[in-house]
């Protein structure tokens, strides 16, 4: 939880990464949390180590990003 008001006004954003085929996974709820607060939300094809088994799409995200 982010209690320092500074914090807040961070800029910041969240990626999803998803496996093939789902809707959601045991990290969705983080992902609305971050949606809620008002964070861009990416979704990405793949598991939780995108930098290993997506690293040209996870740059291609990074550099698209503000």
């Known amino acids: ?3 320092n008001p ?7 954003i969240y990626i999803l990464t998803i496996e093939k085929g ?5 990290f969705s709820p983080f992902a609305d949390r ?7 939300v990416h979704r990405m094809e793949g598991n939780h180590v995108p930098e290993r088994v997506a ?8 550099l ?3």
């Open 22 to 26: 789902a809707d959601r996974d045991d």
């Open 1 to 3: 939880m982010l209690s």
């Open 55 to 62: 690293p040209a799409e996870l740059v291609e995200l990074l």
């Open 34 to 40: 971050a949606r809620a607060r008002g964070w861009p």
């Open 6 to 12: 500074a914090a807040r006004r961070l800029a910041a």
């Open 64 to 66: 698209r990003l503000p």
